[in-house]
């Protein structure tokens, strides 16, 4: 059984008149240090895709496994225990929280747990090293620039050492130089730790470096 296993995942929402179906039909698998690229039009439902295979949304149908655990049929309170220990999430926008330092903002996913230890606070500040930016440790997110932010977003991703790792267009809001350094520092990290890397994006140098690439189409996965 691949650690990521989604079969025929699909999604729609009520709406007035019936329903509006997002995702139609969405299989992926993927093993411990492969990366896939989502890619497709604006509104084929690959944030949706993202969000399901980030336990975030529940599939209307289908199936998902996630290291040989189905996430879905977990209670609430184990889901986000699951979800904070198993995925780490990049997004566009790098949602750090913005009265909180870098440092805190790298030892978020810990709250899941409760607070963060002193062996936790260390992992963060090594992770922070590993990204450069242990001088801006205690620096705000907006003392930072795009760039900085999102190697403090990727620190995040990375603290609880999860199995699968979700970008949503990790460098939409960055120049293509820092863009490919970020992209660097992602691939990188990913390969070290072993995990699963998949990436929503409508950057060609960002999909073309990854393993598999995947195109959504009015809500149907099909791989390239
Ligand atoms: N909670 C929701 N309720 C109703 N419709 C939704 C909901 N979430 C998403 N949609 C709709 O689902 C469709 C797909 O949205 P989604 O954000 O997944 O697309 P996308 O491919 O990521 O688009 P983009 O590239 O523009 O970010 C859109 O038409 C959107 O309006």
Redesign the pocket.
Known sequence: MPTLNASSLAKS?P?ADGE?V?LREATLQLERGESAAIV??????????LSILGTLETPSTGTYELGGAAPFSLSEPELAKFRSRQVGFIFQDHHLLPQCSVLENVLVPMLADGAAGSADVERAEQLLDRVGLAERRHHRPAQLSGGERQRAAIARALLREPTLLLADEPTGNLDRHTADAIVDLLLELQAERNAILVA?T?SEPLAARLQQRHT?NDGRLERQ
């Open positions: 929402y709406i509006l997002v497709g039009p604006s509104g084929s439902g690959k944030s949706t895709l929503v409508h959504l």
